[in-house]
């Protein structure tokens, strides 16, 4: 069992600091810029390809995306940022994995990116650790991406948490009757509706990132145009996720960065 030794400044924000913290992975994204995604376990296909595009963008940028690990907006935020550059908060023991359905995109970024949990090994999620969960997940975060929420979910509670720590939050834009949690929050003026992706990026791929390089190692080697099988050799896991979120394609044989 790893135990995270060092305080992480962002957590003094939570209502009282954890008092242990376990993970498994890579502790320097804890160092990078974090925007954290929170939404719907049943999210629209809007949602889905939106948050898709924002998680990869911000990926793109050196940006570590987190979020809680489940199912819907938060695999997808997850999935689209890139297992190597994502931060999952457990609900349950560092050991565990659920929702089991995400089994193996978890074990992904337990190998590549960063898993955190506050629980023992062997704790089964139960709807309070869920709460738990959520607000480590906010407080890691500069800002609070919302993807989608209904009124009385439990995203808005994560909302909740962001806005007794003082975080932005921003949302995107939906239709009269759809997500109407994140509706209501551009309405009261507590979000801001994210209407442009570069722009939005942009706000963070300027940031100091506390002296931790940007630069992407699978990038700069894809660049030099390798083989396929050159570069599955080298990155057996990145380059399936690259291929599917478009960061490079397979011509003849060979891997061009797009």
């Not at 193996?104 to 190998?111: K, Q, V, W």
């Not at 992706?197 to 990132?209: G, L, N, P």
Request: proline content about 3%.
């Amino acid at each position: 069992m790893k135990i995270v030794k060092n305080k992480i400044p962002e957590l003094f924000s939570m209502k009282s600091y954890p008092k242990q913290l376990f993970y498994n992975g890579n502790l320097e994204l804890l160092q990078r810029v974090k925007v954290s995604i929170v939404g719907s376990r049943k999210p629209t296909k809007y949602s889905r390809e939106y948050i898709q595009k924002i998680s990869l963008a911000l990926s793109k940028n050196g940006i570590c995306v987190v979020s809680g690990g489940a199912m819907g907006i938060d695999a997808t935020a997850h999935s689209g940022a890139g297992s190597f550059n994502t931060i999952a908060v457990l609900p349950c023991g560092i050991d565990m994995r659920y929702p089991a359905v995400n089994k193996n995109l978890l074990n992904n970024i337990g190998n590549n990116g960063l898993l955190l949990s506050q629980f023992e090994l062997g704790f089964r999620a139960t709807p309070w650790s869920f709460i738990v969960r959520n607000e480590l997940v906010v407080a890691l975060g500069d800002v609070l991406i919302v993807g989608e929420a209904d009124i009385d979910s439990g995203t808005m509670r994560s909302v909740e948490f962001a806005l007794k720590m003082g975080k932005e939050i921003f949302v995107l834009p939906n239709r009269l009757g759809e997500s109407e949690g994140t509706n209501q929050l551009i309405k009261e003026s507590k979000a801001e509706a994210i209407y442009d992706i570069d722009e939005f990026v942009s706000k963070f791929s300027s940031s100091t990132t506390l002296g931790v390089s940007n630069k992407d190692d699978f990038i700069e080697f894809c660049s030099a145009n390798p083989t396929y099988d050159e570069a599955l050799a080298k990155y057996p896991q990145r380059i399936f996720e690259a291929e599917l979120s478009g960061e490079i394609q397979i011509v003849n044989g060979r891997v061009l960065v797009l």
